[in-house]
Nanobody
Framework: QVQLVESGGGLVQPGGSLTLSCTAS????????IAWFRQAPGKRREAVAC????????EYIDSVKGRFAVSRDNANNAGHLQMNGLKLEDTAIYYC???????????????WGQGTQVTVSS
């Protein structure tokens, strides 16, 4: 059974930092592309960042460029999203997803996590 489990969310003040982790079981995450999505209340889910198989490509939405960094941790079968300079508008549920063909970006994610809440508030 494949599972992706996000962790690391929480409450942080504006300007603060969080690191989200996505730990996989049942698959070797190194073989997949990893993407991070978020969904804020009343808004559509949006792709935030992704990293391709082999780490040959990373992409970010404009609103997080220079603040967020996506990476993978093959030794622990995990991926990470480092978030710095957090803003109120970053508040959302963050999800990780894995893409079997290793593409970043992609429209075909085969596995999803359950999400972790990130709240930016003063």
């Amino acid at each position: 059974q494949v599972q992706l489990v996000e962790s690391g969310g929480g409450l942080v003040q504006p300007g603060g930092s969080l690191t989200l982790s996505c730990t996989a079981s049942g698959i070797t995450l190194e073989r997949f592309a990893i993407a991070w999505f978020r969904q804020a209340p009343g808004k559509r889910r949006e792709a935030v960042a992704c990293i391709s198989h082999g780490d040959t490509n990373t992409e970010y939405i404009d609103s997080v460029k220079g603040r967020f960094a996506v990476s993978r941790d093959n030794a622990n079968n995990a991926g990470h999203l480092q978030m710095n300079g957090l803003k109120l508008e970053d508040t959302a549920i963050y999800y990780c997803a894995a893409e079997a063909l290793g593409r970043c970006p992609s429209r075909e994610y085969t596995h999803w996590g359950q999400g972790t809440q990130v709240t930016v508030s003063s």
